[in-house]
């Protein structure tokens, strides 16, 4: 496998690989190896972030290797003259790459689906209530459980917001990930751009309302690239509480979407 293991800095030689065959013959002058070997490190990042939501059967080698083939695919459809850099367009194919990979496995189990549906429909509803985000211990209340208890099942429902807006994306009907349409910026049709802009908006309008707390742990997960561990030691909590405050905040952000464009 290109990866034989996570904790080695670069993989076993490119050359060898298929992929690396593959590539080579379709190569561009701006996507020669050396610089798949530059941006490897982009492939280790985005895979070290979301395996440490997954449970742990998953192989995270498997990952890694489902990384380094978005990569390589970003290197051959990339094209400078669009105006967005290599390490932007490639990390969103790499990260696309790997949540399709996710979903094919289909690693998560119906109960666990149910549950985090079931909690998304009440933070959606009691919202709409509210005309606010909700506070944990209102969603606790409004589930009939203890503060304890709803923290306990944000952590156990965590895996699942790290794919919920794809989801939400192929259920209003439209084909292929949201990570992938917003990745590929080459040839957007009319209603892609108003996806993207309407989903932007949206997605701005409801971060202005969170609570800050949310909001910054968000900001820094997704625009800063620190790992929920980092950000952690920045707000002097456990990386736990990390998870429990990013899975409402994308439980609730998920939940807004979906509301807004039902209507």
């Not at 949206?202 to 800050?212: A, G, K, W, Y």
Request: charged share 25%; glycine share 4%; with cysteine.
């Amino acid at each position: 496998m290109p990866f034989s293991s996570p904790k080695e800095p670069v993989p076993a030689p490119l050359a060898t690989t298929n992929a690396s065959r593959a590539y080579r013959a379709s190569a561009q002058p701006w996507a020669e190896e050396e610089n798949l070997r530059a941006h490897l490190p982009l492939v280790r990042n985005i895979v070290d972030r979301i395996r440490s939501s997954l449970p742990p059967h998953i192989d995270v080698d498997d990952l890694y290797s489902v990384g380094l083939g978005g990569l390589i695919q970003a290197a051959r459809k990339f094209d400078p003259a669009h105006g967005v850099s290599f390490p932007n367009f490639a990390s969103n194919r790499i990260r696309g790459a790997v949540l399709d990979e996710l979903r094919r496995m289909d690693w998560m189990s119906r109960a666990l689906r149910g549950k985090a549906k079931q909690l998304s429909d009440v933070i959606g509803q009691l919202e709409q209530q509210l005309g606010r985000p909700a506070t944990e211990r209102e969603i606790s209340d409004e589930l009939g459980i203890s503060l304890e208890q709803y923290r306990a099942l944000l952590e156990e429902v965590k895996p699942i917001c790290y794919i919920e807006l794809d989801e939400l994306h192929e259920e209003e009907g439209h084909e292929g990930s949201l990570h992938e349409s917003i990745a590929d910026k080459s040839q957007p049709t009319p209603s892609d751009q108003l996806l993207d802009k309407e989903l932007r908006q949206l997605i701005v309008q409801r971060l202005q309302s969170l609570p800050d707390m949310q909001r910054k742990v968000l900001s820094m997960y997704y625009f800063e690239d620190l790992r929920l561990a980092e950000i952690a030691v920045v707000f002097g909590v456990t990386e736990s509480r990390i998870c429990q405050i990013h899975a409402q905040a994308v439980l609730s952000l998920r939940s807004y979407i979906k509301s807004a464009t039902n209507r």
